[in-house]
Every structure is written in C-alpha cells, then in structure tokens.
C-alpha cells in the first residue's frame, strides 16, 4: 500500500503563503492524478484542488481559485500545492489523495490519502 507523506504546514498570518508538498512511497507517480482536499474543524472534508498525469490539466475549488497553485515534478515525484494570500478560512488539514482517473475533483473518486499536514492562518 502507497503511503503519501505530506509536508510544509504551519501557522502564518492572514495574507501569507505557504507551500504544501505530497510525496508518494512508491515510484508509480505519473500513472495517477493527484489532488489536495481539507477539513476545517467541524465540517466536512472538501476539494481544494487537482492536477492531470503530466500537469497539462488543473481545476480548483471556487473558494482557493487565483490564490492557490497546484503542480506536480514527475521527475522529484512531488506534489505541491502553493498557497497565497491566505485567509483564516483557509486553516485547516490539508491532505493530498491519488486517482486512478486523470483528473478529478471527486472525494470518492481517490483511494489513497495523506496523514494530512495542519495549516492555521491568523487574522
């Protein structure tokens, strides 16, 4: 069973950025796309972004569109996910998933999942 290691939360003030980052235990990262989601405490887990096979493909939720990046180095084996501008709505833990499919924004679509990494933005 894959295991996705996530890194780069932390707490920073309204306005920020930080860089999220996903890396898979296995080398077979080109075969699937990759997508981040977050739960915010007391709600329930939600799309925060994808990315296709090769990158070409992108979609994001209509909350984190123009402020959040997602990308992936086939070659480091590495998703990331940019984030600026960040808001308190935004604190939550973020946690990256694998499809089978090549792009998707769809939780029940993802059968491998992160730890999850906390993000908390202060007001």
């Known amino acids: 069973q894959v295991l996705l290691v996530e890194g780069g939360g932390g707490s920073v003030q309204a306005g920020g950025s930080l860089r999220l980052s996903c890396a898979p235990s296995d080398r077979a990262f080109v075969n699937y796309g990759m997508g981040w989601f977050r739960q915010a405490p007391g709600k329930e887990l939600e799309f925060v972004a994808a990315?296709?096979?090769?990158?070409?493909?992108?979609s994001y939720a209509d909350s984190v569109l123009g402020r959040f990046t997602i990308s992936r180095d086939n070659a480091k084996i590495t998703l990331y996910l940019q984030m600026d501008g960040l808001k308190p709505e935004d604190t939550a833990v973020y946690y990256c998933?694998?499809?089978?499919?090549?792009?998707?924004?769809?939780?029940?679509?993802?059968?491998?999942w992160g730890q999850g990494t906390q993000v908390t933005v202060a007001s």
């Open positions: 990315v296709s096979r090769y990158g070409g493909s992108t």
């Open positions: 998933a694998r499809t089978a499919l090549n792009l998707s924004t769809k939780r029940a679509e993802y059968n491998s």
